[in-house]
């Protein structure tokens, strides 16, 4: 989930200016926030891109969430939470007094059906895969069971799950969107349109949704924060260029450009005085790819998948973004726990591209396609990769097309051979090298609706990885990221993926919009905690 606005999970934030920190606050207040693109969905159960990630979080909420700006745990729908010595039992006590836009107070039976709703394979959620360690999770989500059996509640204000095996990172699971909380009455309302009348306990609440053209938030008067929102209103238009937005934003016309820098305008705005004040930059977990769908010939053939993880110029990759990231030469990115700072890779090389391809049984080459989102640059990288793909023989046709039609794509087995995933790239929903693999390289992310768009599902590394995150204990922290690094090289091998690059986030907003340091360029995942955000006094 990668865009140019705002950054996502566990970056290193850098702060591009300090007025953030010495604003004054003032209360009240609405702002204007603009992308390209149409919302997809506010369903958190299915919404999975940067551009609905931070909308969903906005409106709803769930047992844990971060300190914002940090990637410290705090309770949030949850007042309390304790774990069993044997780290098999989490058992959650809720608020009291929280309620759902819709007036009802939330109860344990709520977070039950949340989670049993998010596995049911009738839900299609891309999520999924993220609850796999708890109880009853294979045959919830296979249909075989009317839930998770490991999901009790036995009071009205408590929840107990029971996990199946010890998993270091389950408080990071309940702290993102797929966790958070929905009203059963809404579901049955609205059915699978309820993605457009969410129904949350969030800090905002939807007021308007015009297809194509805006989404408003509104201030929650009965968000049991009683401080947030900052803001009384929030208007998400949509249909604008990039380079339209930027200029909006140079006018004083709106605050956030949510489809951040157009390409063409780095330089500019990065070097100009007149955007001083105005540009954040922050380092990330992100690794832009190609992914190969292993289930759809040729890249059934490893020898195809390895002939073009040396094929593609990387560098010149590097030079369309104007040097915003580094070549990347492994899924996992530098800054990732796990990273193999010893492997160099294949580097690029044609002739031995070729060579692959002869072994593998396609000296003449072969004819593809190569799916793209539709935002500058990535068409432009596309053709870049293209042309790559042409000197070794390889004919890649390019599918230009909205977002979420390639996620779409992506999500069904026999649809996508090849996608771009710039403008969606991975960025880490949590701080900790397995969210780079269950979701978008795991068995488990290969289901329809899912993020493993290359359909790869080695069973022996899916089992390393569950005894990986068996190691909760100090003690095994190192032994556990080793094992970590092996699994990644592995995948490497298996070459699933061609990792291109890992990019740094450059933010844009209006110098009217403050908060606490990290709030634009956030290192967990949430691409803005728009109920933090105030406006400046000074401005």
Known sequence: ??????????????????????????????????????????????????????????????????????????????????????????????????????????????????????????????????????????????????????????????????????????????????AHIVPKEAIEQYGQDFGKH?????????????????????????????????????????????IVALLRLERGEIDIAGDGIPPAKFLEVTKSPKFEGMVERGSQL????????????????????????????????LRIINGRAVAANQPLPPLMPGYNHNYKGAGYNVEGAKALLTEAGFSDGFTTELYVANVDPQPRIAQAIQQDLAKVGIQAEIKSLAQANVIAAGGEEDQAPMIWSGGMAWIADFPDPSNFYGPILGCGGAVAGGWNWSWYCNEELDARAQKADAMVGADQAEARVNEWREIFMKVQEDAPWVPIFNEQRFTIRSEKLAGPEGIFVDPVHIPVHYDHVYLNEAN
């Open 1 to 178: 989930m990668e865009k140019a606005l705002l950054t996502g999970v566990a970056s290193l934030v850098i702060a591009v200016t300090a007025t953030l920190a010495n604003a004054a606050e003032q209360e009240g207040g609405a702002i204007t926030v603009t992308y390209k693109d149409d919302v997809s969905t506010l369903d958190p159960a299915i919404g999975y891109d940067w551009q609905n990630w931070s909308m969903i979080k906005s409106l709803f909420d769930g047992l844990m969430d971060y300190k914002p700006g940090t990637t410290n745990l705090v309770p949030d729908l949850a007042e309390t939470y304790s774990i069993s010595e044997d780290g098999l039992t989490y058992t959650f006590k809720l608020r009291s007094g929280v309620k759902f836009h819709n007036g009802r107070t939330l109860a344990a039976s709520d977070v039950k059906y949340s989670l049993d709703r998010v596995v049911n394979p009738e839900t299609q959620s891309p999520g999924a895969g993220f609850f796999t360690s708890i109880e009853g999770f294979e045959e919830a989500s296979a249909g075989k069971a009317d839930g998770l059996s490991g999901v009790s509640t036995p009071s009205n204000d408590t929840v107990v799950i029971q996990l199946s095996r010890p998993d270091a990172t389950f408080l990071h699971v309940m702290a993102i969107n797929f």
């Open 286 to 317: 992100h690794t832009g790819y190609i992914s190969l769908n292993t289930q759809m010939a040729p890249f059934d053939n490893v020898k195809v998948r390895r002939a073009i993880n040396i094929a593609i110029n990387k560098q010149r990759v």
């Open 198 to 242: 969410p129904v949350g306990t969030g800090a905002f609440k939807m007021s308007e949704w015009t297809i194509g053209q805006r989404v408003v938030f509104e201030r929650n008067p009965e968000y049991y924060h009683a401080d947030l929102p900052k803001l009384d209103r929030i208007t998400f238009e949509v249909g604008q260029e990039p």
